[in-house]
């Protein structure tokens, strides 16, 4: 029962709004200690997790490219590109962006897009750049909703785009959880095919909540600037 | 064979690249605590496994330290200003775009191209690195696409705007693989057991209703705490998901776990734990409220886990 006060100490720490790096690194080690773990043993862990998660950090790799293209303008080569395209609101390019994120993480291709690769440099000023167009002004708080919407976008579009294939971890985890515990054969095929009623209400929820984004913007248009 | 750890070398001589770049800078804030910040965590991710785990530990928690104490700082770094930017934009117009386009282009034609080769009976790429590769072969390719359509009077200014975005992100950039850190420690510790362990208490036997939203939920909820729903699957199917809803209830155990596992997804939606889906995007869009796209997200999870109970109530039980 003690172990519970680490998962306490964590939901504590974010409630306080402490630094989440020493929240995570504090929890980590008192619910180790509460477990029994020696202290070596919890060194052991701290490595072995840092050094089995590296591949998260890889997403970083691609700054350098974008920081050069940044340099030259990408972000205002966007915004130009969506200010020629009338009847595109931010609303309606987030839909499509979300529709595409999905559609290619469905089929296994989740290193399209992401948000160092594609919506800080690219889908995050075109986004901006329609709103520009739309409304001729986009106030601080129109800025915020836009980039929380793009990014929000992009975790939704490959959340329940990813399930659809069948080689993605997560469905490969079902399949060989059930297999390890109870001898169950499920074929991972079956298990991708149920992720695709709740794929197809992601898109109309989060969809339907793009296009309205557009009046939500539109409220926000009289903010001082 | 061709494994990723080369590409944990490049990523780590980044990350060191920028700490050194950093102990150059005297107008820098924080000047050497975010130089050894950096340095330690490029640093820490060259060595993998070639040092004893322990060491690394040990320099992993000194880095987390220093950024978890508010030690690291973020510098300002000499750009191209908006007007310039504007330029040169209508200079190269589409151009810009092909570096870009290059990075996503190249890694699935190494992922999936690469996997077909095989030299001598070997496959070429290490299984399950493809991804990995083909991104770090996409990387080097659209930085010399870049430096061929954009012309920089000096390349290594890739590394001061590297710098630019790394420091926009600055210590969050370590957060989601501390988290991965505490998921296996809560298991080591015997968090999961625990929890599941409880969750049996509360449900009652022949309620399929209460069971199913009680399997849910659980996974929504632990999702929540651990911050990934691969945590949240074991325990919850073990608890729930398999003796009540499979095994006394005659559920059908695909679309069951199918959705149970999308209804944890719907709790990382609402999670800073879910480090690299929620919090590292904002500090890359340089949000002034870190936690928006968390709060973007909510509505969205709230309807669509909505959406997964009535699957689950309906779906395997036909």
């Known amino acids: 029962m003690i172990v519970l006060l680490g998962v306490a100490l964590v939901v504590l720490g974010f409630a306080l709004r402490i630094n989440p790096l020493l929240v995570v690194t504090v929890a980590g080690i008192v619910s180790a200690l509460l477990g029994g773990l020696s202290p070596l043993h919890i060194l052991e862990a701290f490595g072995s997790g840092f050094a089995a998660s590296r591949s998260i950090t890889l997403a970083f790799l691609v700054l350098p490219v974008i920081g050069l293209l940044e340099r030259y303008g990408l972000q205002q080569r966007a915004k130009a590109l969506v200010s020629q395209a009338a009847g595109l609101t931010a609303g309606r390019l987030l839909l499509v962006y979300l529709f595409f994120r999905q559609l290619f993480a469905a089929f296994g291709l989740t290193s399209i897009g992401g948000t160092p690769q594609m919506v800080r440099p690219v889908i995050y000023p075109m986004a901006e750049g329609a709103a520009l ?93 | 064979m061709i494994g990723p750890d080369w590409i944990y070398w490049l990523c780590g001589g980044f990350f060191i690249i920028v700490g050194v770049l950093i102990a150059f800078d005297r107008t820098h804030p924080r000047r050497w605590p975010t130089a050894a910040f950096w340095c330690l965590f490029g640093a820490a991710l060259c060595a993998g496994n070639l040092v004893p785990s322990w060491l690394l530990g040990v320099a992993v928690i000194a880095t987390a330290l ?4 508010g030690l690291t700082g973020r510098g300002t770094v000499r750009t191209t200003s908006d007007a310039e930017r504007e330029a040169s934009a209508g200079r190269l117009r589409n151009w810009l775009f092909v570096p870009a386009l290059t990075i996503p282009a190249v890694t699935v034609i190494v ?18 690195s ?48 501390m988290l991965a850190t505490l998921g296996l420690l809560f298991t080591q510790a015997g968090v999961g057991t625990q ?56 559920a059908n155990p695909a679309p069951m776990f199918a959705i149970g596992m999308l209804a944890g997804f719907c709790g990382t939606l609402c999670t800073p734990m879910a480090a690299n889906f929620n919090l590292v995007p904002p500090a890359l869009l340089e949000m002034r409220d870190k936690y928006g796209q968390i709060k973007t997200q909510i509505p969205t999870a709230i309807a669509l886990f909505a959406v997964n109970v009535g699957l689950m109530l309906i779906v395997p039980f036909r």
């Open chain 1, 133 to 225: 167009r739309t409304y001729g002004n986009v106030t601080e708080r129109m800025t915020e909703a836009i980039k929380a919407n793009a990014a929000a976008a992009d975790t939704v579009g490959v959340f329940f785009g990813e399930d659809c294939f069948v080689a993605i971890g997560s469905v490969l985890l079902i399949a060989a959880y059930v297999d390890a515990s109870y001898h169950l054969k499920l074929d991972a095929l079956q298990i991708a095919i149920w992720a695709i009623p709740t794929a197809i209400a992601a898109f109309l929820i989060h969809g339907f909540r793009l296009l309205r984004l557009d009046g939500r913007l539109a409220g926000m248009t009289d903010d001082r600037p």
């Open chain 2, 66 to 69: 220093l950024g978890g104490f």
């Open chain 2, 111 to 128: 992922a999936l191209g690469g996997a077909r080769i095989s030299i001598g009976g070997h496959a070429l790429l290490m299984a399950g």
């Open chain 2, 130 to 177: 493809q991804t990995l590769v083909g991104l770090g072969v996409a990387t080097i390719v659209a930085l010399i696409v870049g430096c061929v359509v954009l012309r920089p009077k000096n390349p290594a200014v890739a590394f001061t705007e590297g710098r630019r975005l790394l420091e926009a992100i600055g210590w969050a950039a370590l957060l989601p693989q």
């Open chain 2, 195 to 250: 929890v599941g362990a409880i969750v049996q208490h509360i449900v009652p036997e022949h309620s399929r209703v209460f069971a199913v939203i009680v399997y849910a939920l659980g996974m929504a909820l632990f999702t929540i705490i651990m911050g990934n729903a691969f945590a949240a699957f074991p325990i919850m199917t073990a608890a729930v998901g398999w003796p009540i809803l499979v095994q006394q209830m005659g």
